[in-house]
């Protein structure tokens, strides 16, 4: 049963009735209203989805990536123009020449599905394509030692084959940040679960590309 819901999830209407439904959608904006974007903002997004929360940006300059070519039609379709452009692609090196610095990046629910490889890996090209100032915002599932028995079967049956402690999470992130801090949130889903909030600044590593 369990699988077969996860299958579903490649449906996109579906999806997004589904992140509404369970109040997944208010974590995601709770990761924008942390960001204080603003307009004229650059903003890098690795793993948007359909990008259903979109509209709730400011007139910023977005870039969106996503290994679905689902997801990515739909939001083409609702999104793309001036402000926008989406791309079926794993976002990497190869793209810091071709987009401006950003003031934000956004990991959105994407960490817990990388191996830690992985994630070192994407960190360190997110922290390279920040201008001057800017941040990286990442959310995921994780396990953390407070939730109760909903919320530990929750994060034992993501999607994510990779759900970490906080601990985890932050580890990774100092190899390629200075400045790593977070916190749980586990007030905004309407079934119990455990979300790790991770604000990275100041990277380590800050060349691009040329």
Known sequence: M???LKS???HVPLYVALQRGLGADRLRYRCLEELALADGDTVI????GPAYYFERLPRVRYFGFDTSPRYIEYAQRRWGGDRAEFRC???G?????T????DAVLLL???HHLSDSDSRHLLRVAGRALAPGGRVIAVDTCFEPRQGAVSRWMSKNDRGEHVRTPEGFVALAREAFTDVDGEIIDDVTRIPSSFWLMRMRAPVLTARST
């Open 2 to 4: 369990l699988a077969g």
């Open 8 to 10: 579903l999830l490649g």
């Open 109 to 111: 629910g994407l960490l």
């Open 89 to 91: 692609e794993v976002f």
């Open 45 to 48: 997004d690795v793993g948007c």
């Open 93 to 97: 090196e190869q793209h810091l020449a």
């Open 99 to 102: 987009i401006p610095p950003a």
